[in-house]
């Protein structure tokens, strides 16, 4: 099985399984993985996975400010 990230942001807990976008504003779309589909409600450990990854990537923003605050101090 292969993974294919086509994500920059994580995309939000309830998007589509297929290709992360939310129920509203979907309506047909395609991707490789797929081909057309409309909005498919996300598997248990997709919600999840993409509740941690949101939160890692806003502690990470917040580690990033703080250490250019830090560099920028003379
Ligand atoms: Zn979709």
């Given amino acids: 099985m292969t993974t294919r990230v086509r994500h920059q942001a994580p995309p939000?807990?309830?998007g589509c399984r297929w290709c992360g976008i939310e129920q509203r504003?979907?309506?047909r779309r395609w991707v490789?993985?797929?081909g057309f589909h409309t909005w498919e409600q996300p598997?248990?450990?997709q919600?999840?996975?993409r509740m941690r990854a949101r939160r890692n990537a806003k502690a990470?923003?917040?580690l990033d400010k703080r250490l250019n605050?830090?560099?920028e101090k003379p």
């Fill in 12 to 14: 939000p807990p309830n």
């Fill in 25 to 27: 504003g979907h309506a």
């Fill in 32 to 34: 490789t993985s797929r």
């Fill in 43 to 45: 598997t248990q450990a």
């Fill in 47 to 49: 919600r999840l996975a």
């Fill in 60 to 62: 990470d923003r917040v």
């Fill in 69 to 71: 605050a830090l560099k």
